[in-house]
């Protein structure tokens, strides 16, 4: 075990088969072979050496707790949840495993119970740093920055040393609108998307010579991300910076919008499964405060409704396809340095009378998209429909295609643009439910 805890795994891994061949019988040591595998890269293998342990000790919470944290290297998070709740029904004094049910059930939507999971396990070990990170994290998610204020400032205390703590700490500042505090601990953060969010409050607080200065900073680096795309456009229009777009040029001219219900059969493989989520009890909702008369599903529905939405991932992951190949676009920057890998982060935003959808883009996207389930009957041709643009100042511009579009949508339209586009819904009247499936193609870490 002392192996193990140093980092030395294959030789843990050598003296521990050593010792199960003495004593065949110990579920202790067949549980350090499975940590070790694993730590190895062989997922699948320490499975076998998990429940080995468990059939000779049923009740050892850490096989239970270590099997829960593979089963979330293979996005199970249901398999997940039940061994974390498994091990912590026979320890419930296990800051570990408390912790990770919390980031499970954070993943999956569930923040209101994952808050309360954190808290057990800080309950047990005050100063666990995983524990108070994730806490702090989950309570900015449901809009409770000033808690998670607390929190991280208690991590800052401390005598970790850790980029996350900065970057976290930084997000709950900027969502209460406190740039300069956030700029300050995104400055101290080393994780790479926190030069974004640096540059993004320099330009919310009008400082142009800091911001043009990190900016060019960011272009000789040849960096390229949403972020830095959209406050290209934006600062072209309010500090008349004019600099080549890295993400993308002209990002309105990218927009493409797709038929659905003429290339597939959009009632049974779209509006079926669907609303058999929209119907299921335990379908979760977050805090949206640009989203007026309107709800928001929590956690990625791509994860946690693979069977119903599968279909529906197969036909996204077509259509996306074709507009990469798209030649139009195919010296774009977003398109040249297309992620080796993605996956699509999904949820449900549904809006009643009177609703809306305020300015925004999708940070963690490179390109984003919507399926209209359903639009209901408008009062008004524009009622309802899609605002594509390149600043929030609604009133700054009028609809002349370059730096602002409204597309009129329908029922079965599918819409892909670039995730640095800004985009917001105009108010409608109706009595029927506006629902639309968002998605983002995220690269995959």
């Known amino acids: ?34 940590s070790v595998t694993f730590k190895l890269g062989q997922r699948t293998s320490c499975l076998k050496f998990y429940n080995r342990a468990l059939k000779i000790q049923p009740n050892l919470a850490e096989a239970h707790n270590n099997i829960g944290y593979v089963s979330s290297g293979f996005d199970d998070y249901s398999s997940a949840c039940d061994s974390f ?14 912790n990770n049910y919390g980031l499970a059930l954070s993943i999956i939507g569930q923040q209101d119970d994952a808050i309360c999971c954190f808290r057990m396990s800080l309950y047990t070990y005050p100063n666990f740093f995983d524990a108070l990170i994730n806490l702090g994290t989950a309570l900015t998610e449901v809009g409770r920055e000033d808690e998670a204020i607390l929190c991280f400032q208690k991590l800052l205390e401390s005598r970790h040393k850790d980029g996350r703590i900065h970057h976290n700490f930084g997000i709950a500042l900027y969502k209460v609108g406190k740039y300069e505090e956030a700029e300050k601990q995104f400055s101290f953060s080393k994780l790479n998307k926190s030069k974004y ?48 777009n890295p993400f993308c040029e002209n990002p309105i001219e990218n927009f493409e919008k797709v038929d659905l219900a003429k290339k597939y059969n959009f009632e049974k493989e779209f509006v079926a499964p669907i609303s058999k989520i929209l119907s299921n009890q335990k379908l979760t909702f977050k805090e949206q405060r640009l989203l007026k008369n309107g709800r928001q599903t929590d956690g990625n529905l791509f994860l946690i409704y693979q069977n119903t939405l599968s279909d529906i991932e197969g036909a996204l992951n077509k259509e996306i396809d074709f507009y990469r190949q ?35 883009m999708h940070d963690e996207g490179w390109l984003s998209g919507c399926i209209y389930i359903n639009v209901p009957p408008k009062d008004t041709p524009k009622s309802g429909n899609l605002v594509i643009c390149h600043d929030n100042r609604e009133g700054n511009f009028t609809d002349n295609g370059h730096q602002k579009r409204i597309i009129d949508v329908k029922t079965g339209d599918l819409c892909l643009f670039p ?18 499936l968002a998605f983002d193609a995220v690269p995959y870490q």
Request: net charge positive.
């Open 85 to 98: 709740k498994r091990a912590i029904i026979l320890n419930p004094n296990y800051p570990e495993a408390c």
């Open 419 to 436: 995730a640095s586009l800004l985009h917001y819904t105009l108010p409608f009247r109706s009595i029927g439910k506006r629902i639309v």
């Open 197 to 244: 969010y640096l540059l993004r409050c320099q330009f919310l607080r009008g400082d142009q010579k800091l911001f043009h200065k990190t900016l060019e900073k960011l272009i000789q680096k040849n960096e390229v991300h949403p972020i830095l795309g959209s406050l290209c456009d934006r600062a072209s229009r309010r500090f008349a910076i004019k600099t080549k």
């Open 326 to 360: 798209s030649p139009c676009r195919a010296n774009q920057g977003f398109i040249k340095n297309w992620p080796r890998k993605f996956k699509l982060l999904g949820w449900l935003v549904e809006m009643e009378n009177y609703g809306e959808l305020k300015p925004h």
């Open 1 to 34: 075990m002392d192996l193990y805890s140093k980092g030395l795994q294959e030789k843990a891994l050598k003296e521990a088969v050593g010792v199960v061949i003495i004593n065949p019988n110990s579920a202790e040591i067949l549980n350090i072979i499975a």
